[in-house]
Each structure stands twice: as structure tokens, then as C-alpha cells.
């Protein structure tokens, strides 16, 4: 059973940076695509970044592109979250998801283990 724990979240001003972190435990890290979706208050959850296995591919949304990059560490079993230039609007719990289907995807309802979650807030 894969195992998947965040941190790194808290309360930033705007403009302000956060790295998330997402450490693995209780799989084959290398072999799971890995994703970041955020839950605001009073909304559904949504996608944010996804990462190929090796890291060699990366996707955003697009509310997000440009400021945030997702990257991995496959001998720490670790994925990141680098968000830059945060807004009041990227308030909410982000999540971390492990997906060991084929494809690299943007699809919640794709994605086989996910974290408890991180708040992160950011005041304006």
C-alpha cells in the first residue's frame, strides 16, 4: 500500500513562495506518474501539475502555469511543488496523487493513492 504524506504548506502574503512536498513510502515510487490538485473552500477539487516517471514531462493548469513547476526526486521518493508568485485565489488544500496507469493525466478519478493534504493560505 502506497503511502503518501505532504507538507510544506502554511499561510504566505501574495506575491510570497511555498515548496510543497509529497514523501512516498510503501510502493515503487519511480514507476507512479504523480500529480497535485488543490481543494478550495466551498469547491470541488481541481488539478494543478502532473510528472511523468522519469520527469521528463510535466503538465499545469492553466491557472497555474508559469508560476508553479512540479518536480521529483526518485531516490528520495519525493515529489515537489514549487508555487512563486502565489495569489489570494490559490488558497486551498493541495493534495498529492500517485497514478501507476499508463498515461501522464490530468484526471482525478485516474489516480490510484493520495495524501491527506496541506493548507495553504495566502492573505492579500
Known amino acids: 500500500q502506497v503511502q503518501l504524506v505532504e507538507s510544506g504548506g502554511g499561510l504566505v502574503q501574495a506575491g510570497g513562495s511555498l515548496r510543497l512536498s509529497c514523501a512516498a513510502s510503501?510502493?515503487?515510487?519511480?514507476?507512479?506518474?504523480m500529480g497535485w490538485f488543490r481543494q478550495a473552500p466551498g469547491k470541488e477539487r481541481e488539478f494543478v501539475a502532473a510528472?511523468?516517471?522519469?520527469?521528463?514531462?510535466?503538465f499545469y493548469a492553466d491557472s497555474v502555469k508559469g508560476r508553479f513547476t512540479i518536480s521529483r526526486d526518485n531516490a528520495k521518493n519525493t515529489v515537489y511543488l514549487q508555487m512563486n508568485s502565489l495569489k489570494p485565489e490559490d488558497t486551498a488544500v493541495y493534495y498529492c496523487?500517485?497514478?501507476?496507469?499508463?498515461?501522464?493525466?490530468?484526471?482525478?478519478?485516474?489516480?490510484?493513492?493520495w495524501g491527506q493534504g496541506t493548507r495553504v493560505t495566502v492573505s492579500s
Open positions: 510503501g510502493g515503487a515510487f519511480s514507476s507512479y506518474r
Open positions: 510528472i511523468s516517471r522519469n520527469g521528463g514531462a510535466t
Open positions: 496523487a500517485a497514478n501507476i496507469g499508463a498515461w501522464i493525466t490530468r484526471t482525478e478519478s485516474e489516480y490510484d493513492y
